[in-house]
């Protein structure tokens, strides 16, 4: 049984880093690719980035590129999103996900296994 989850989200100040990390069990990860998605209040749960896997390529939402960097360590079944320079606009519930796919991975719809999300919340 495939299982994700999340850890590392909380409550941080304008300006401030955080570090997502979502581990997974349950089966070999090494040929999947990872993504992170994000939903705010009221709105749609939207891409935020994406790690191939392979020869590794990553991708980022325009909001967040060059402030988010993700990372996977496949030894450890996890995948990392480092979140620096954090605005409020990130206030989100942020989620992983994982599936045995090369192309679309900015489509959630692509992905098999999610994880149960992690709360940020960037607030003065």
């Known amino acids: 049984q495939v299982q994700l989850v999340e850890s590392g989200g909380g409550l941080v100040q304008p300006g401030d880093s955080l570090r997502l990390s979502c581990a997974a069990s349950?089966?070999?990860?090494?040929?999947?690719?990872w993504g992170w998605f994000r939903q705010a209040p009221g709105k749609e749960r939207e891409f935020a980035a994406a790690i191939s896997w392979g020869i590794v390529t990553t991708l980022y939402a325009d909001s967040v590129k060059g402030r988010f960097t993700i990372s996977r360590d496949d030894a450890k079944n996890t995948v990392y999103l480092q979140m620096n320079n954090l605005k409020p606009e990130d206030t989100a519930v942020y989620y992983c996900a994982t599936g045995p796919i090369r192309r679309r991975l900015m489509n959630e719809r692509e992905y098999d296994y999610w994880g149960q999300g992690t709360q940020v919340t960037v607030s003065s």
């Open positions: 349950g089966r070999t990860f090494s040929t999947y690719a």
